[in-house]
C-alpha cells in the first residue's frame, strides 16, 4: 500500500501523455480546480491531471500507474462533499468529464447508457425530449460516475430509490487496466456476485468506473407540489415519518428548519414564511395526485401544520425544487468567506424525531452557525455547519462535535453516512457503526482487486492501523 | 482451493457435536434430504449434517472446517433450483432450519429481524397481525436465510423489488468463523462497501448468513385480483410490456401459457380456460386500484386480451395467487416419477416477446414436454422442461438445449438467470453473460475471504479452468 506522497517525474508525465493524446497538464490553476470538493478539507495538489477520453485510455493510464505505483484519483464534477476527490498522495487526478457521451436511450425498456462524465442536469435535459427522467437528484449538478461512485441519493429516494437501486450495469477499469463489465441492462439478475452495488459506493477505490447503465422512468403524468409549516422541528419530522407509516406514495418529502428557509428566500428570491417547513411532491395521475394531497393534508393537521399550500403550476414547482436543490450554496451565500461542514446521518424512521433533536440541541452548545435540513421520509438529514477557514483549528473544532453526534446517532442504531459517503472524513466513524470484522473485509477485498493501493489511498478506511 | 470429496473422520464427528450439543447426524434418510434441491441435478451426500441453533455455533463450526479444511453447505428449505445446496464434495451439509425466531418486529420502522432459518409463510403470518407484510415471494416456502443467499425474486418483484432490495442488514459467519455485521437499520446507507448486497445473491460462497433485516410493507388497504386472456403467447407478453411502459404501478402481472394454466387447474381445483394468460394484481386506495384495474383493461384490449375478469374478493384473490406460486409442483403433479428443469432468463422489456418466442420456437423442436411462465412485466420468464430421471443422459440433453437458448437471449443482452441463480447449473453460462475479466474478479473476492475454499465449493464458478 502507498504510504507517501507521489510526485511525477518528467518523464512519467511525458509517457502518460503520450498514452492520452497529451491531454495532461501540470498548470497550476487546473492542479487547484483538481485539489478540492466541495467540503472544508484542506486541499491537496494532484502532480498532473489527466483528461480521458475513452474507456481504454484509461486502461492505458491505470495500467501505466499501478506498474509505477502512482496515486489515482477519478475526479468528475468536484461536488463531493466528504473529500472523496483530495489526492492525498499527490499522484494523478484523473479527469473523466470530457467523457460526456450519452450513449444510448431506449425508451421503450426505460434505460439509457452514458459516459461516466455525463452530468445529470444535462441527461435530464435530453431525456425530457422522450418524455423520459432520471430521478436521482443530489443538490449539486454531479456526474453520473461520481454519483455511482460515492452511491449518491437526493430527494426522491423514498418513491424511486438511490444510485444503488438505478444503476442497472457498469464499465469500470481495475487498478491493473484491466476493463470489466458487471450488470445487465436487465430488470431482474441473479448472476454470481452483484458487482455492480459492490463498485456503486466503492469511491473510486475498487476501480474507475468509465460507462453506466442508468434505469429511468416515464414523467409523471401529474405533478403537484405543497410546503407546510410547522410550530417546531419536532412537530415537523413527526409528521414526515406517520405520512411514510401510512404508506403514501409521496415522491418527495423534505424538511427545512428556519434558517434554511430564510437562506432560500435571500438566494432564490423565494418569500416562504420562516417557520420549520416541509415541502412535499406528488406523482401520479391526476385524481391520484389529488387524493395523496389531500392525505398529507389530514396528517400534517394532527401534527399542527398550517398553511398548507399546494400547486401544479409547473413553473413554481421548478422553482421550490431549485432552491432546495441550492440550498449548500445558498447556506454558503449567506456566510461570505465560510465554508460548510455538511452532516448525513440516517436512523431508522421511528428514532428520527430524536436523532434530529439531539443533532439541534448538541450544536446549540457551541457557537457555530447551522442549521438542520433532510430527505426526512427516508430518516436521513444533514445539519450544515458553518466554519471559518481563516481562522486556525475552527474546521477540527467542528469535527470533533460532529463526530460526537454521530456517535450518538450510531449508538441509537443509526448510520454516519445516508449518501455523501465515508471519503476521508468518517473513517473512524465507519469502524464505530459497522465494526472492525467488517471493515476488515472491505479492506481484503481493496487488497484483492487493488494490489497496490493506487486508487484513491486514504479514502474509507486506512491500512496502517 | 477444495478439489475432492470429504469424508469426515470420526473424531472429526465428534469433535464438531461438541461444538453443537451433539447435533450432527450420519443417518442415511437425514443425508438423503441433504443431498439434493428441487432441480434435476443427481443428488451427493454430505458426510454429515449439522444442526445448529445460534450465530455462534456456526462460528465455532466454520472455524473448525476451515482448519480441517472440509466444504461447508449452508442448507434451508432445501427449495433451491440450481443445485446450489448440493455438497458436491461432501463436508458437511449445515442446516440452519433450528434457527427459526422472528427476532424483532418494528411497524413504527416498517422492518423485521429474523433468524436465517425462518420461512417466508411464518414470516408473513406474524407481520399480518401487525397489518404488515413481507413482499419477496418465491414459489417455494423457502428460508429468508436461503432467499438472501440465492438473490431471490417473485411475483411481486416489479412493485416491491427482490431481496437485494429489500434485506437491510445481515449478520453473517465468515469461513474462517468471524461474525461480521453489515448493513443498516436506514432507508438510506452509503457507508463503506455495499457488503450487504454482495452478500446477498453469493450462495454461500462467500460467508454464511444467520440473521437478517428485512424492509416491509404496510398492507394495502385495496388489493385486487385480475385475469385475461390472449389468442397467443405473443399478444400476452406484448400487453404485459406495454403496461409496465405506461407507468401503470401493477403489484403482480404474471404470463402462463395454455399448458401452465391446465397444471394449475388440476392441481389447485382452478376452472380457467386453458389459454394464454395474464394474472394482475392491483394494490393501493379503492380509488386507485379501480383507476389501475381500468387502465390496463384498455391496454389489453388493444392487444386481442378478452374475458378480463377482476376480484377484490380476498378468498379468490388468494387461491389464484397459490396457484400460481403452486405451478412448480403443479407441473410435476402433471408428471408423475419425473423432474423438472426450470429455466430462468430475463431481457431488457423490448425484447421480451422475442426471447419468449425464440424459447419456445426451440423447446418445440424437441420432444420435452414444456409449458412457459413468467414475471413478465420484469423481462424475466421460466420455460419448466420435464425429464424423466429414469432415462440415461435426457436431463443432459435439455441442458444441451436450453444452454443453446440461454446464448441467443444472452446474445440479445439478456440474462441466464433472472432470480434463481448461478448455482452449479450456469457456471459456463455466466461466463459467457459478464466475461471471463468480471468472473476473475468474483474469484479474487471468493479467495480474499475463503482462502481455503471450504465454502459452497463448486458452485458460481470452477477454479480449475
Not at 431482474?188 to 429511468?216: F, H, M, P, Q, W
Not at 434554511?260 to 417547513?277: H, Q, V, W
Not at 398548507?308 to 450554496?329: P, V
Request: charged letters at 20%.
Amino acid at each position: 500500500m502507498l504510504t507517501h506522497r507521489v510526485d511525477l517525474t518528467t518523464d512519467q508525465i511525458r509517457q502518460i501523455g503520450a498514452l492520452v493524446d497529451g491531454r495532461i497538464s501540470t498548470h497550476s490553476s487546473v492542479l487547484e480546480q483538481h485539489s478540492h470538493d466541495e467540503s472544508a478539507f484542506v486541499p491537496v495538489l494532484p502532480s498532473a491531471v489527466v483528461m480521458v477520453k475513452t474507456t481504454e485510455e484509461v486502461s492505458a493510464v491505470l495500467a501505466f500507474c499501478n506498474l509505477e505505483r502512482i496515486p489515482v484519483v477519478a475526479f468528475g464534477a468536484g461536488t463531493a462533499l466528504e473529500g472523496h476527490v483530495v489526492p492525498l498522495l499527490g499522484g494523478i487526478s484523473l479527469d473523466l468529464s470530457l467523457m460526456d457521451k450519452i450513449l444510448d436511450v431506449r425508451p421503450d425498456d426505460l434505460l439509457v447508457r452514458v459516459e461516466a462524465g455525463v452530468h445529470r442536469l444535462a441527461l435530464n435535459e435530453r431525456l425530457a425530449r422522450e418524455g423520459l427522467f432520471f430521478s436521482v437528484d443530489p443538490g449539486a449538478d454531479a456526474t453520473i460516475g461520481g454519483m455511482c461512485a460515492t452511491g449518491a441519493a437526493g430527494t426522491t429516494t423514498v418513491r424511486y430509490g438511490s444510485m444503488r437501486e438505478n444503476v442497472m450495469a457498469l464499465t469500470a477499469v481495475l487498478a491493473d487496466g484491466t476493463i470489466i463489465h458487471v450488470g445487465r441492462e436487465t430488470r431482474k439478475l441473479s448472476a454470481g456476485y452483484d458487482l455492480t452495488r459492490l463498485l456503486v459506493g466503492s469511491e473510486g477505490t475498487l476501480a474507475v468506473i468509465t460507462e453506466v447503465t442508468l434505469r429511468v422512468f416515464g414523467i409523471p403524468e401529474k405533478m403537484a407540489a405543497a410546503v407546510v409549516r410547522f410550530p417546531n422541528l419536532t412537530n415537523g419530522v413527526a409528521a414526515a415519518t406517520a405520512i411514510v407509516k401510512m404508506g403514501i406514495a409521496v415522491a418527495r418529502c423534505e424538511f427545512l428548519d428556519s434558517k434554511c428557509i430564510k437562506y432560500l428566500n435571500a438566494y432564490d428570491g423565494l418569500s416562504l414564511k420562516e417557520e420549520p417547513t416541509l415541502f412535499f411532491e406528488f406523482h401520479g395521475t391526476p385524481r391520484g395526485v389529488e387524493e395523496d394531497a389531500l392525505s398529507v393534508q389530514e396528517i400534517v393537521r394532527e401534527f399542527d401544520g398550517t398553511d398548507f399550500e399546494w400547486t401544479s403550476d409547473e413553473g413554481q414547482r421548478r422553482k421550490l425544487w431549485s432552491a432546495r436543490h441550492n440550498s449548500h450554496w445558498a447556506t454558503l451565500a449567506a456566510h461570505p468567506g465560510k465554508k460548510s461542514v455538511s452532516t448525513d446521518m440516517a436512523v431508522p424512521l421511528s428514532r428520527l424525531a430524536d436523532a434530529v433533536a439531539i443533532a439541534e440541541a448538541t450544536l446549540s452548545q457551541h457557537r457555530f452557525p447551522h442549521s438542520i435540513l433532510g430527505h426526512v421520509a427516508d430518516g436521513n438529514f444533514h445539519c450544515q455547519i458553518i466554519t471559518d477557514p481563516e481562522i486556525d483549528g475552527q474546521t477540527e473544532e467542528i469535527r470533533v462535535v460532529v463526530n460526537e453526534i454521530t456517535l450518538e446517532i450510531i449508538a441509537m442504531g443509526g448510520t454516519c453516512t445516508g449518501e455523501h459517503g465515508i471519503g476521508a472524513g468518517k473513517i473512524a466513524a465507519l469502524v464505530a457503526e459497522t465494526g472492525t470484522a467488517a471493515v476488515d473485509v472491505m479492506r481484503s477485498i481493496k487488497l484483492a482487486l487493488d494490489v497496490n493501493g493506487i486508487l484513491n489511498p486514504g479514502k474509507v478506511f486506512l491500512f496502517d492501523r
